[in-house]
């Protein structure tokens, strides 16, 4: 079938509408039609040639839709399913999976980052040429063909629109919080960087019971989208930063600190804001081959734990329906995240408002 999609066919370089040629989903594979893609700073990324990654492609993992049709052997989901889509599709069975850590599933890291289906192959094509699915699903797209794997069936009395942001930044965020930090009543907690992903580590202290959450930022309107997003205290980065943290947690520093801008700069100073026996989780992506200076010293002498958090160590399957119940539940106020919606002529645009910070997120609907 012929889709219009959003290409990019290089670093550097804009993406562009065109229309691409879709094949059949094969044995294991699911034809979804896109409702909805959040436009995330990790599809950026390949745009500033900070990940690398094959081209052409097709970007796009922040996404939502409907089942249209099944490949052979699919049980998981059926054709007018609603569903949420995961960019770490998990086989169950290998080391991690049964380890608990279905997001560092080792089965599929090769094809997602080769940007192919499990088989080795993509189902996009220009013309003669192929061309590559980020992380398995290039939501970028009216349709997608995507693994069984990545299909999380949800409720259908959620806007597709809402739940598209499942899918990462509400995934990651409140996930680096609750799962991987694991945030407990009363403690403290400093957010820098309150793009997507940062707004939702806010609302994911808020949802463990922290009482003291701090937002970071650069951007004095992102201060403000963070007080409407469970923040205690705001702060403008600032040459004294370290101290207003210091003088909002007793003198001693936070019990948790969450970097989401992916800047080591930026990780290095948030390790700072951390008190002794406190915890440094690292959310936002940094650069490919960027390196981290923090003093093995000071973590030593003050038993600092430093984490990744990797789409927020959520089990995807238990844990998108549960997010979604806690949204439907007026926990998590996912309507105010959607900033701006956009068609998908408008990418560029969308991507635009994104790098000014004018917006929570944006969507691109379908």
Known sequence: MNIQAALLTGPQQPFIIETLALDAPR??????????????????????????????????????GVVEAVGAGVTRVKP?????????????????????????????????WEGVMLDGTPRL?????????????ATFAEYAVVPEQSCVPIRKDVPLTVASLVGCAVATGVGAALFTAGVRPGESVVVFGCGGVGLNILMGAALCGAS??????????????????????????????????????GGRGADHVFEAVGLTSVQELALEAAR???SLVLVGLSPMGSGTNLPGAVITRKELVIKGSYYGTVHPARDFPRLIDLYVAGRLKLDKLVSQTYRLDQINEAYA??????????????
């Open 353 to 366: 408002n994104m790098l000014t910070g004018e917006v929570a997120r944006g969507v691109i609907v379908f």
């Open 212 to 249: 003291t959450i701090i937002a970071v930022d650069t951007n004095a309107p992102k201060l403000q989208m963070a007080r409407d997003f469970d923040a205690t205290h705001t702060l403008l980065m600032s040459d004294g930063i370290i101290d207003e943290i210091r003088a909002l947690t």
């Open 276 to 278: 002794p026996g406190g």
């Open 27 to 64: 044995a294991g594979e699911v034809l979804v039609r896109i409702a909805a893609s959040g436009v995330c700073h990790s599809d950026w990324h390949l745009v500033t040639g900070t990940t690398k990654h094959p081209m052409p492609c097709v970007a796009g993992h922040e996404g939502a």
């Open 80 to 112: 007018g399913d609603h569903i949420v889509l995961s960019w770490t599709p998990d086989c169950g069975h290998c080391f991690y999976c049964q380890q608990g850590k279905p997001n560092l599933c080792e089965t599929f890291t090769g094809p997602i």
């Open 125 to 137: 094509h220009h013309g003669s040429q192929p061309v590559y699915h980020y992380c398995g699903l």
